[in-house]
């Protein structure tokens, strides 16, 4: 049996350590989420970089090694990390290579599609559609080319959609930094992330207020556990915190850059707003989003009182917002456009 470390640390994910191809240890782990990758060398728990401990599938994968017989140690490190620029320009990176593999994976598919498509269809063509004569001494070899050319056929066919299934892949990981740098989505990311660190400052509290209501109690709180889970606590809020400074430098950024980011003070009653391809009447300013009518004419190009469905409204935030006019501006517009006013 193995001596076995699992060790997790912010900067590097949760990775076992002491374990050697073949030996059984990542068929035991597998079931906890645990994967082996040359690139990384280790057996590793995915998802777990640059996050908190997983104790749940931690303490499961203890329990599978020692169950089967292995001796485990523990080693977690919530303070070793990386900084959030490094992590994201890591992300990009590992896009871009991802992107540039499928790429080549789809190239090579195709290719062999088209090969297999072509000769499958040339031996299917050779008989110029004869039927098979089943009394006839060629019936044998008439028959095994109908089977090789369906299976040919069948096979590109196969190799064609995997093609296209990595074209797709690569040209997502190709713009994976482009999306995530887009205005819109990370004005709804910084709430996201707003909300969480709220969270994370609400439960360090109430870790607090609890131990000292037990304190007197005859089961007060272990003093190891409550350092371990603030130390947690403490480690994603600095986490989070960075990251949200990290994403409003880039919206400061993109502002300067030329970006639009919609706000209250942007709009008036009595204006429109646009998302998409559609307008909409604007009817209240909020502080978060804008109230505009609701209807059911889906193919209206601007909803106004005219197609409300009654007095029913509905709200668009800010960050879906994507162009202003002005009532008159909007009447202009729908007359060169032809539309009714």
């Not at 030996?23 to 908190?52: C, K, M, T």
């Not at 994603?236 to 502002?255: F, M, N, S, T």
């Not at 209250?264 to 009595?270: A, L, Q, S, V």
Request: aromatic share 6%.
């Amino acid at each position: 049996m193995a001596q076995i470390t699992i060790e997790h640390t912010r900067a590097r994910g949760t990775l076992i350590l002491g374990s050697n191809p073949g030996d059984g240890i990542l068929e035991l782990l597998n079931p906890w989420g645990f994967r082996y990758a040359r690139s990384v060398g280790h057996v590793f728990l995915r998802g777990s970089r640059d996050r908190a401990a997983d104790m749940r599938r931690i303490r499961g994968a203890k329990a599978a090694l020692e169950g089967n017989g292995h001796a485990v140690t523990l080693t977690i490190d919530e303070a070793e990390r990386r900084t959030f620029q490094e992590a994201e320009q890591d992300r990009y990176r590992r896009a871009d290579h991802r992107a540039e593999r499928l790429d080549a994976r789809a190239d090579r598919l195709q290719e062999t599609s088209d090969a297999r498509w072509a000769e499958g269809r040339r031996l299917a063509a050779s008989y110029m559609g004869e039927p098979v004569k089943v009394d006839h001494y060629s019936a044998g070899r008439h028959l095994r080319d109908l089977e090789r050319s369906r299976k040919m056929c069948g096979r590109a066919v196969a190799e064609q959609e995997e093609a296209d299934r990595c074209r797709n892949l690569a040209e997502a990981a190709a713009t994976f930094e482009e999306h995530r740098k887009d205005v819109g989505t990370t004005l709804r990311r910084l709430e996201a992330l707003r909300a969480r660190l709220g969270r994370i400052e609400r439960q360090a509290e109430a870790a607090v207020r609890a131990a000292a209501a037990r304190a007197s109690s005859e089961r007060p709180t272990d003093p190891e556990q409550l350092v371990d889970h603030l130390a947690r606590l403490d480690a994603d809020h600095h986490d989070v915190g960075e990251q949200i400074r990290h994403w409003e430098r880039h919206i400061e950024e993109a502002e300067a850059g030329g970006a639009k980011v919609w706000r209250p003070d942007d709009f008036t009653p009595g204006d429109y707003c646009r998302t998409g391809e559609r307008w909409y009447l604007v009817l209240r300013v909020n502080q978060k989003t804008l109230s505009v009518p609701k209807s059911l004419d889906w193919q209206a190009r601007v909803y106004d009182r005219g197609n409300q469905l009654g007095s029913r409204t509905s709200t668009l935030p800010y960050d879906k917002v994507s162009g202003r006019m002005s009532a008159e501006e909007m009447a202009a517009w729908k007359r060169s456009e032809g539309l009714p006013d």
